[in-house]
């Protein structure tokens, strides 16, 4: 098995894994479930090739479903590190371009000497342009405010408060 055929696999095992927490599946189960679909896949692809072993799983989604019902009072880890992480990333994205955005409209002014500013919808940033012999100085700092998006995404969809009251709702299998 090469390298693409286990990436193949691992790739169908976190796909399955992050339904599984989604649906408030715990860490133990979860584990025990990856371990087992990853050897079914191991076998099939055995058999059958990688692909046509990846191919004939169909949707994880639907797998998570029908091995685990929805449990309401479990926080989503996975799904909060995922969307957390996600949400970090497009905002420092639009940090930068924001920044590259101000950078043009410095360059466009042609100072002749320090310039500094920040970005509006990014408190705690700060942006310096210094001329420096034939060219010039960039800094760019972007504040706290894409860690407090990435924070905020986080709990509101990991749900962390789930953790800390100990009632449990009766879900139906």
């Excluded at 098995?1 to 599984?20: G, P």
């Excluded at 407090?148 to 969809?157: E, N, P, S, T």
């Amino acid at each position: 098995m090469n390298v693409l055929d286990r990436a193949r696999i691992e790739w169908a095992v976190l796909s399955y894994d992050f339904w599984l927490d989604l649906r408030g599946t715990p860490w133990r189960r979860r584990r025990d479930l990856r371990a087992e679909l990853r050897a079914n896949l191991r076998d099939a692809s055995a058999r059958s090739g990688t692909r046509a072993a990846v191919d004939a799983l169909g949707s994880t989604r639907q797998m998570a479903a029908d091995a685990q019902a929805v449990d309401p009072a479990r926080p989503r880890w996975t799904a909060g590190v995922h969307s957390g992480f996600g949400a970090l990333m497009l905002t420092l994205l639009g940090a930068l371009i924001a920044a590259t955005a101000w950078a043009d409209g410095v360059l466009s002014a042609d100072p002749t000497g320090p310039v500094s500013g920040s970005v509006t919808l990014l408190p705690g940033s700060a942006l310096e342009y210094a001329p420096v012999g034939d060219g010039f100085a960039l800094s760019y700092s972007t504040g706290w405010a894409p860690v407090v998006v990435g924070l905020v995404v986080f709990v509101v969809v990991a749900r962390p408060w789930r953790a800390l009251t100990g009632a449990r709702v009766p879900v139906a299998r």
